[in-house]
């Protein structure tokens, strides 16, 4: 053959003529070696398949693979070579197929006479099992296994000093490969020569990959696919939210989904991708679509650093957002994408709450489960109502598909009768020499839909380079090509399960391989159909306990303390819905932070749910400490009886009701107050309250005023506010009240004794018999006070006269002229109880006491 006809032309360099060459220290005639090397390694070939290839046989279907990997770089193999593209990447009769890649030097001395070539498969026969595409992808150096290299086509490669790199390109024709029939086979490509240090002429290294030969005739029946599409984002909708013009202005902490949205950005790149695939199921965090409709319109961003987050929203904190033409336009996109025919919608429960969390560290909180009916019904509401579409809200997803007992028993209670779930879950037998449809009852009404885990595995990364583009896309068709012909006429389901954050190029590439097999060996169908199907009665349908749950996938979960803090902002919300007067401004912004705190995103990013958790918290402590007593420190009640003033401030927008004041005395011996008073507080404004008090000794006495909610099953609003009531003068009335109570008590007992020696018959010491007083009922001149009737109640204070000066007059009214030093006198007058707001703040000064 001639030099021109045995190289491809397709290289940059031409291979030397080598028929009569010679290298140092090697003996004469290089072709005559490689020649006896050839003869030798297609008798050795067939050895190396009996000892590698046989045992492989025994392997399970679908195991724990990685997609073929280009040889590192070792002494012995110090060339990386890559597979940067396949052309085409199924291989037809009286075809070429097109192979580029890069030779890179690796070593520590430079390449010499060196060329890039195909390796012809063994003996032509395809790969039969996909035990045996594992095998191949888990070689590393070059072996006999790989093939024999063609003399044609080859690269000549120039001399490549350590880390310099060259890319190649190799046409080979289809019948140069010896495919003897339809099925995978391994294309290898590999660089042979020598190098300074080593004048040997040996392999320097191999890249290996897969290529599906169908030239067509009896067809399969083809597997029908399910490919989940995730849209899904970290939540940026806050809690907080403003107005402005009468109208309820939203909050984001950041404005990150402006670039997603836009061409280029990850979540616009992942709708352009998937309307171009038949039979895709879209699956869809409503939250994320809850943020694209809220930047259609006017929308504030939180401004960067922590002073903001937790705080109200204010121009000073907050930036106007500037996403709206972009949310518009991909929402607009993604309606027209998920309304194509054979597309099929999957609404994840609102914000994506992390069932494995949950499961493993907040079963035992009661508002969990709360949460998670909500999410589900708000999820698929939203869902329906922003994209128009029917849409299927009963499937679980838990993190990366790792199922477990406990997850199963948690989105059973959320209500989720469909699983989807990770290979490495439910692994299949080792007697299973095929691979099952994916769906499989698990119990409880509840089925699994198992992803194949090599074919998901494959996507689970950012294929940002060629060579894994083509790696991953290669497998996968080997994989599905060898699923379809393992059983020709039996008709199976699979499920690919891409991550839930799939990237552009990883996305692109599953596209591409989804396209290039469809309509051929594969049948792309939605989720609903492939849950229909008849399960497999020979697959996996055992769930794993708990303590077979991924060790590194427990390590990101949230913590037992993230989720009692999540489970307390639902108490604290349902105290302050309560008292609104117009809950639903707080009582929507507020459930969905909630249950944003529980999301599944934050696990790629725990810091960021930590602050996210923390802002809700926050806030909502900012709301409820709007209404508030003031704090108090001192108050003088300058009598035994009289009035203390008690202040609660309302700071929101919203009047609130529903509450009641408790004043309680640490010493109710020694100071009484009068009944609880419910209030009504307008928005922005004080309300004062007056409390009757009744003293008994002086001296200072600690008072703990309480705001409760009213009706059924009152509750604790806000903190309480502890201060001193410093009681003076208690002498002219309550000592009075017990000087006379003795006094009575001593009379009623001398009178006692008169009438019992009046009924013996003795006489007093002046002889004179008692004479009984009509007006007393006693014995006349025995009245206190010089013979008036005794009144206890005289001078009292609250039964008798009012006034603590015996006028019969209350006091001059002055309680907002007083002093605001922390001591208050007496000095305020009696007025009804519940006096309507002044709109004064009164934060920091103490309230007044009169009389």
């Not at 050895?47 to 195991?63: K, R, W, Y």
């Not at 806050?238 to 939203?250: F, K």
Request: a negative charge; charged letters at 20%; proline letters at 8%.
């Amino acid at each position: 053959m001639s030099e021109p006809a045995r190289h491809s032309g397709l290289g940059a360099h031409r291979q030397p003529e080598r028929t009569e060459r010679t290298v140092e220290g090697r003996g004469p005639g290089l072709r005559a070696r490689r020649a006896a090397r050839r003869l030798a390694a297609a008798c050795g070939a067939a050895i190396t398949l009996f000892a590698a290839v046989a045992p492989a046989e025994a392997l399970p279907s679908g195991g724990n693979v990685r997609p073929a990997a280009d040889s590192g770089s070792t002494a012995e193999y110090p060339v990386v070579m890559t597979i940067d593209t396949v052309a085409p990447q199924v291989a037809s009769p009286n075809g070429t197929v097109t192979i580029t890649g890069h030779v890179t030097n690796t070593g520590k001395s430079a390449l010499k006479g060196a060329h890039a070539a195909v390796r012809k498969p063994v003996s032509g026969k395809p790969l039969q099992r996909r035990s045996e595409l594992s095998s191949v992808a888990d070689r590393s150096g070059p072996a006999n296994s790989d093939g024999v290299e063609l003399d044609s086509p080859q690269y000549a490669l120039p001399e490549l000093g350590p880390g310099q790199s060259q890319p190649y390109t190799l046409g080979v024709a289809v019948s140069d490969l010896g495919l003897s029939e339809s099925g995978v086979y391994e294309l290898a490509v590999d660089a042979w020569g020598s190098t300074a240090d080593n004048q040997r002429d040996r392999p320097l290294g191999i890249a290996r990959t897969f290529l599906p030969y169908n030239p067509g005739g009896a067809e399969a029946q083809p597997t029908k696919i399910t490919t989940l599409w995730p849209l899904v984002h970290a939540p940026v909708l806050a809690a907080q939210t403003t107005s402005e013009n009468d109208q309820t202005v939203p909050v984001l902490r950041d404005d990150s989904l402006t670039a997603e949205f836009s061409p280029g950005g990850r979540l616009y790149e992942l709708v352009d991708t998937g309307a171009k695939l038949p039979g895709l199921t879209w699956v869809v965090d409503p939250d994320l679509l809850d943020a694209a409709f809220a930047m259609t319109k006017q929308y504030r961003v939180q401004k960067p650093g922590h002073d903001s987050v937790g705080k109200p929203a204010k121009d000073d904190n907050t930036v106007l957002g500037n996403g709206q033409a972009a949310a518009t336009a991909w929402l607009d996109k993604l309606r027209a994408a998920v309304a194509k025919p054979g597309a099929q919608v999957v609404s994840l429960p609102y914000a994506d709450p992390d069932l494995a969390s949950i499961a493993h560290n907040g079963a035992d909180l009661t508002g969990m489960g709360t949460a998670l009916n909500k999410a589900a019904t708000a999820g698929r509401l939203t869902v329906e109502g922003r994209l128009s579409v029917d849409t299927r809200s009963d499937v679980a997803w838990p993190y990366q598909g790792y199922l477990d007992q406990q997850i199963a028993g948690v989105a059973q209670q959320a209500g989720s009768n469909l699983l989807l779930v990770n290979g490495t879950s439910m692994p299949e037998s080792d007697s299973i020499t095929y691979t099952p449809t994916a769906v499989r009852p698990i119990g409880n009404g509840q089925n699994a839909v198992v992803a194949d885990e090599t074919v998901s595995g494959l996507f689970q990364t950012d294929l940002t380079t060629p060579q894994a583009q083509t790696q991953a896309t290669q497998r996968f068709l080997a994989e599905t090509y060898t699923i379809t012909h393992e059983q020709p006429q039996n008709p199976r389901g699979l499920l690919v399960m891409p991550p839930r954050e799939m990237t552009v190029s990883t996305a692109k590439a599953l596209a591409g391989a989804l396209q290039t097999a469809s309509d051929k060996w594969l049948s792309p169908v939605k989720l609903d159909t492939l849950a229909q199907a008849s399960p497999d009665p020979k697959a996996t349908t055992a769930v794993p306990a708990a303590t077979d749950y991924p060790a590194q996938a427990r390590a990101s979960e949230l913590s037992a303390d993230d989720l009692s803090k999540t489970d307390g902002i639902q108490h604290d919300l349902d105290t302050l819905m309560r008292v609104l007067t117009l809950p639903q401004r707080v009582r929507g912004p507020f459930s969905a932070a909630m249950v944003r705190s529980l999301s599944t995103e934050w696990r790629t990013d725990a810091s960021a749910g930590s602050s996210y958790r923390d802002g809700v918290t926050d806030y909502l402590d900012e709301l409820t400490r709007a209404v508030r007593v003031p704090p108090k420190t001192v108050v003088t009640l300058s009598g035994d009886t009289g009035l203390l003033q008690v202040s609660v401030r309302n700071d929101l927008t919203q009047a609130v009701t529903n509450l009641k004041l408790v004043l309680t005395s640490t010493q109710p011996n020694r100071l009484r107050v009068g009944k609880d008073e419910e209030l009504v507080i307008p928005a922005s404004q004080s309300v004062t309250l007056r409390f009757q008090a009744e003293a008994h000794n002086n001296g200072p006495v600690t008072m703990t005023a309480q705001l409760w909610t009213t009706g059924p099953n009152p509750q604790k609003y806000g903190a309480a506010q502890t201060f001193q009531v410093e009681v003076t003068s208690v002498t002219n009335g309550v000592l009075y009240v017990f000087a006379g109570a003795a006094l009575l008590l001593l009379l009623a007992a001398l009178r006692f004794v008169r009438q019992r020696k009046r009924r013996a018959g003795q006489p007093h010491a002046d002889g004179d018999q008692p004479v009984d007083d009509p007006a007393t009922g006693g014995p006349a001149g025995d009245s206190p006070a010089g013979g008036g009737t005794a009144d206890p109640a005289k001078d009292a204070g609250p039964d008798g006269d009012e006034s603590e000066d015996g006028t019969g007059e209350p006091a001059e009214d002055g309680p907002e002229d007083g002093p605001d030093d922390g001591s208050d006198s007496a000095g305020s007058a009696q007025t009804p109880r519940g006096s309507s707001a002044d709109g004064r703040d009164r934060t920091a000064s103490d309230e007044k006491v009169g009389p």
